[in-house]
């Protein structure tokens, strides 16, 4: 934790939702498709492709190839996550007056240095069930149809629309300022590029490559 950072994180709520968190010890995420702004978790990616369009006419096919892989159009699997908040501020007239204007509110002090442990429903009570051996040799392909590898060797198996992406547990602070936004993204993008140029560029005799793409 930075000095500048509060030890502890202000979650708003209602009396009903409070009474589960100190019964149950469980924090409810909410649907990043009902938020005020639907563009919530969509807006990184916006701003990331529209630096990307930006930058295609300096770039070289080979690579803008590469990038359409991790910079896709729009990212519609950030629609169906769900995203739990805080504020730093404890007593936020802002908060108070959305989440206090049916009924009593409350703001509960989260420690930000303890990890939270998502939680989610079994795949059995929420998803169909391939039988056994359906994504048996279902892997991705890289263009020129070899099956793609992880890293480690293991092929990448073709992503399944029904499986639950659990991942999370630590805050993450959300940026508002337009110029650190735009840093940010071009940070981003350059790390990007770098990886893709990396991955097509050939190899010395005797050498390994070993790459990773960040994405946030």
Known sequence: MRKNEPALVWHYTDGA???????????WAGSAAFMNDTNELLSGSI???????D????????????????????RERSRHSFVLSASSDGDSLTMWRY???????????LDRNEPLVPLARLKEDTHPNPPVGYWDDMYDKEADGQIATHPDGTPVVIFDPDSLMIEG??????VYDPAQQTKIIAEIFENLRKGVERRISPLEPGR?????????
């Open 17 to 27: 939702a409070l009474m589960n968190i100190l019964a149950k010890n469980e924090l």
């Open 47 to 53: 701003q990331l492709r529209k630096h990307f369009e």
């Open 55 to 74: 930058q295609r006419a300096a770039l070289p096919a080979d690579v803008i190839e590469g990038l359409e892989r991790y910079i896709p159009e729009v």
């Open 99 to 109: 989440y206090g204007r049916d009924q009593v509110r409350f703001a509960v002090g």
């Open 169 to 174: 547990g630590d805050w993450k602070p959300v």
């Open 208 to 216: 390994l490559r070993c790459g990773s793409f960040p994405t946030s």
